[in-house]
């Protein structure tokens, strides 16, 4: 009689349970690979929307931002000239719902473009960017100049350094006028003693200012109305001002001052100096 070979069914079983063992290992394997590719994938249409948003800042209609003034660059802008292509969610491949690029002032010569797209799952985490104020006493902002550094004094060091344009809360703060921390700039010379204007321009927060390469100092006056406090008015002795900033051009202290009596009412009243001919100013330096 002829015999047959073939598989028992202990060995078919035994089989069968060796495949699944190898699927329970290679499978988490596999779809962490996909998982990550979706990611890379994603990460990488941060990236070119970063740089068709650097792209649009020569071709478009770029509204530079200012010191604690973001603006936000679109993803129809970026469209509308032809800079970036359909960007979609890496793993169901429909249109994100959050496309767009926050540019952030950082100096006159540099900006911080941050990605803030949202696909689904897939999120950049980012919050619209709103101005980095460590000020709390309502004074306008201060606006540079064009080549204008931001500084502040180093008191420890006793020198002068490039202070955070956009007043990072830390040891390069620019101002804060509720803690008497007045906002300085400096111009510098184009060729200076030690560094030449462009190294300070492209400077990062920190960097020591050399006084030898200053050309000219300023600081910002917020618009602001003030009173007498107390009844030491056009006397020896010494008394209190009272002071409250200004927003904008505002005009709130309508209190005429008296030469002999004082304010009127202990009313407040708008600083003169912050009028220039018919023109309302926002701060005075």
Known sequence: ??????????????????LGIIIAIALPNILGLTEKARNDAFITNEKMLISAAKKYEVVGEFEPPTAGNPITITYDMLKSSKLIEEI????????????????????EKEYLYTANLTCGEYDSGVEPAAPVVADASGANIPNLATNMIPIYYDTTASNWKVASATNQTGDNQWHDYENKLWANGVMVKETGTVNNRSYYLSASVGTVVETSDILQFYVWIPRFKYRIEDANFH????????????TDTATTGTATIDPTTGFEDGEYSTHMAFTFGSKELEEYG
């Open 235 to 246: 006397t020896d002795v010494t008394g209190t001002v009272g002071i409250v900033f200004e």
């Open 88 to 107: 979609r969610n890496p793993k169901t491949k429909d249109p994100c719902e959050t496309v767009e690029i926050i540019v952030t002032y950082v100096s």
């Open 1 to 18: 009689m002829k015999s047959e070979n073939g598989f028992t069914l202990v060995e078919l079983l035994a089989v069968i349970v060796v």
